[in-house]
């Protein structure tokens, strides 16, 4: 009956430490880095565990400044940056499964959401939380962040 016992400990201990190996390796999140524009002290995404994690995006054009034009023409670039993020890391925008919708003004939502949903199949709208937010970065009136698969 001993050596069952202790038999039974080292297949489970190397079970364990196995197990531990390959959850280590597998769940090591990979940090995006930003190509191209400005520096910015975030990574654009984080890959972790199957998921795409992706920062708040603002309508921000190549060379970082915020578009002009209002909450459609912003809404549109964020939703442009969004794409370009999720492409370059191997995804689409039909993968995107959760989005989180800042606002500067709540009164814009309409005009935001017009914009924002023709960058998704109607039949595949991820997940949405939208709220009001002060002090957008850059004075942006709408900053989207998302997770995708």
């Known amino acids: 009956m001993t050596h069952f016992t202790a038999r039974h400990r080292a297949v489970v201990s190397a079970s364990a430490l196995l197990l531990c190996a390959c959850a280590t390796t597998a769940n090591v999140p990979q940090f995006i880095a930003a190509t191209g524009g400005p520096t910015r002290p975030f990574s654009p995404a984080v890959r972790a565990n199957g ?58 939502w309409g005009a935001m959401n017009e914009v924002y949903v023709t960058f998704f199949p109607a039949d595949k709208r991820p997940a949405r939380s939208a709220m009001g937010a002060n002090g957008l970065a850059l004075g942006a009136r709408v900053e989207i962040e998302c997770l995708a698969v």
């Open 51 to 108: 998921f795409l994690y992706l920062s708040g995006q603002v309508g921000t054009d190549a060379s970082g400044k915020l578009v002009t034009g209002g909450i459609a023409a912003e809404t549109r670039q964020v939703m442009e940056n969004i794409r370009g993020v999720v492409q370059a890391n191997g995804s689409s925008m039909e993968r995107v499964i959760k989005c989180t919708v800042f606002l500067a003004d709540m009164n814009e």
